[in-house]
């Protein structure tokens, strides 16, 4: 029997279903990154700046958050540009907030759940090419902020335990991706073999 639906139908579902993921994803990036802001805050100008940052964030999820609940969903182009426009985001604040920039600064661990959501929802080639851009990402901005770090061993090693671990975000993500797709293909193909067998009764 054939297929019920095909590879480009399974695609669009994932991005259907799973856009919702990131939209969650980055409303936790969002109240997460203003604690975080409101914490570390020293003064009015660093609070303003930090807020400008965050800003950008809420309004995109806002757009997105608010199509999906009317049943206009974005397409995969906007999701992905969406998604780099949030790693640009927080890359920045890497560069850019108070004297924590680069390695020593925590906003690093936004990167996870950004790579994790787009791993559930994209199929795994993109997923790939998505993780690679965070590290490089998140690398060359310690590497600017800090370019003793690459003779500096334990610094160094700080750096690539982080980079592995995000990279095995990714992968983890993508493997779960794999399992889901499976037992869903195999559910429809029990549906059509019901399917089939009730017609030719």
């Not at 259907?16 to 994803?25: E, H, K, L, P, Y």
């Not at 930090?50 to 995969?76: C, S």
């Not at 993780?131 to 690398?139: F, P, R």
Request: proline share 3%; with cysteine; net charge positive.
């Amino acid at each position: 029997m054939q297929a019920l639906r095909t590879p480009a139908q399974e695609a669009a579902e994932d991005i259907f279903f799973g856009q919702v993921v990131i939209v969650w994803a980055r409303w936790f990036i969002i109240i997460a990154g203003m604690i975080l802001i409101l914490w570390t805050s020293s003064s009015v100008n660093e609070l303003t700046k930090a807020t400008l940052l965050i800003v950008p964030l809420i309004g995109i999820n806002f757009f997105v958050h608010g199509r999906y609940l009317m049943e206009k969903p974005a397409n995969k182009l906007l999701l992905i540009g969406l998604s780099l426009v949030d790693l640009a985001l927080v890359t920045i604040i890497l560069l850019t907030w108070t004297e924590q920039t680069g390695l020593q600064s925590n906003f690093f661990v936004f990167y996870y759940p950004m790579v994790m959501a787009f791993a559930f929802v994209f199929r795994p080639s993109m997923t790939v090419g998505y993780t690679a851009v965070a590290l490089i990402s998140y690398a060359l901005v310690c590497i600017i902020v800090e370019p003793s770090l690459l003779i500096n061993t334990a610094a160094l090693e700080v750096l690539i335990i982080r980079l592995i671990t995000l990279a095995s975000m990714g992968g983890l993500a993508t493997t779960y991706w794999r399992i889901q797709r499976k037992q869903r293909r195999e559910i429809m193909s029990q549906v059509g073999n019901l399917i089939q067998s009730s017609v030719s009764q």
